[in-house]
T-cell receptor, first 116, second 114 residues
Framework: GAVVSQHPSRVICKSGTSVKIECRSL??????MFWYRQFPKQSLMLMAT?????????EQGVEKDKFLINHASLTLSTLTVTSAHPEDSSFYIC????????????FGSGTQLSVL | AQSVAQPEDQVNVAEGNPLTVKCTYS??????LFWYVQYPNRGLQFLLK??????LVKGSYGFEAEFNKSQTSFHLKKPSALVSDSALYFC????????????FGKGTRLSVIA
């Protein structure tokens, strides 16, 4: 089946630094990727929708200058948390929509970000 | 706007007993409905989906869900629970029209006790 690889799985960084998270679809082309954020004991909150070759669409309340999303190819999307602060600590999950079967999403394994 | 409600934060069930995890939804049009499971420190795994056709959908690991349009529900069920089923379960919905993202419920933690 389709596989989405997300890297790194865990990152610890100092406040003020930037962190890049990669999301790759390994065996299919993903025209659309979604980035979610999950707080402890809470659901996944959609942050942004990323379409290949165009600017990401951010959900209300998500700072686009803070969370930079790049979808440069049909198999790669990146989320960069710029000038990270402790409140950015969270679990980030990407998902990719399989081009041929539009209704199903495949998820990465997630990235646990801890900002000290 | 799309929304999903999972009314139970926690469901406890004895091993071997049937389990139900509840989900109701709201969409403006017709829904695509999904169940995902999340194990500790891991991403989401797809369990099953309803797109069209039979209201009773069978999925992975012996799970099934019944689409009830009149009650706008999509409850997850399993006839006999296993301890290994203990995890966090998310219901999700999206409108079939357009390239809309999935909207997730808040999740229900299932604990199966031996």
């Amino acid at each position: 089946g389709a596989v989405v690889s997300q890297h790194p799985s865990r990152v610890i960084c100092k406040s003020g630094t930037s962190v890049k998270i990669e999301c790759r679809s390994l065996d299919f082309q993903a025209t659309t990727m979604f980035w979610y954020r999950q707080f402890p004991k809470q659901s996944l909150m959609l942050m942004a929708t990323s379409n290949e070759g165009s600017k990401a669409t951010y959900e209300q309340g998500v700072e686009k200058d803070k969370f930079l999303i790049n979808h440069a190819s049909l198999t790669l999307s990146t989320l960069t948390v710029t000038s990270a602060h402790p409140e950015d600590s969270s679990f980030y999950i990407c998902s990719a929509r399989y081009h041929a079967t539009n209704e199903k999403l495949f998820f990465g394994s997630g990235t646990q970000l801890s900002v000290l | 706007a799309q929304s999903v409600a999972q009314p139970e934060d926690q469901v406890n069930v004895a091993e071997g007993n049937p389990l139900t995890v509840k989900c109701t939804y709201s969409v403006s049009g017709n829904p695509y409905l999904f169940w995902y499971v999340q194990y500790p420190n891991r991403g989401l795994q797809f369990l099953l989906k309803y797109i069209t056709g039979d209201n009773l959908v069978k999925g992975s690991y012996g799970f099934e869900a019944e689409f009830n349009k009149s009650q706008t529900s999509f409850h997850l069920k399993k006839p006999s629970a296993l301890v290994s089923d203990s995890a966090l379960y998310f219901c999700a919905v999206r409108d079939i029209l357009g390239n809309t993202p999935l909207v997730f419920g808040k999740g229900t933690r299932l604990s199966v006790i031996a």
